[in-house]
């Protein structure tokens, strides 16, 4: 989409081929570009990023009540706190997707499912 700089009350402003106006500064603002087609794809993608995140939110929090339940189950039947080789298992699993990123993942969702060591 072609955009043109005018003048409007001493204001820069960007006007779209569909008249649409916007204060040349806002967008860039919001999305790191003056180009409003540049602007619309980022917000797009933006929108994307915040169902995944709060897809990423909920499974988070349902993984961390299961895996609370799974240690209160098994403490209440005389098990150990830990299973170190569950643990293991986890780390290495995401180690190997993820790289080391996965590894510092890992460690952040076994804690919220068992608390700090």
């Not at 005018?6 to 967008?27: F, I, L």
């Not at 570009?33 to 709060?54: F, G, M, N, Q």
């Not at 005389?78 to 990123?101: K, N, Q, W, Y």
């Not at 510092?104 to 068992?114: E, I, K, S, T, V």
Request: proline share 3%; aromatic share 2%.
């Amino acid at each position: 989409m072609m955009t043109d700089v005018v003048e409007s009350s001493g204001s820069p402003a960007r006007h779209d081929r569909t008249g649409d106006t916007e204060p040349t500064g806002a967008a860039a603002a919001r999305t790191g570009t003056d180009d409003s087609a540049a602007a619309e794809r980022i917000v797009a993608i933006r929108e994307r990023i915040d169902e995944i995140d709060r897809t990423i939110i909920a499974l988070w929090q349902e993984r961390a009540g299961l895996s609370q339940e799974v240690g209160a189950t098994r403490m209440a039947s005389g098990g150990t706190r830990l299973v170190l080789s569950r643990e293991r298992e986890i780390l290495e699993r995401f180690r190997e997707a993820l790289g080391a990123d996965g590894t510092q993942l890992a460690l952040l969702l076994l804690r919220a499912g068992r608390g700090p060591l």
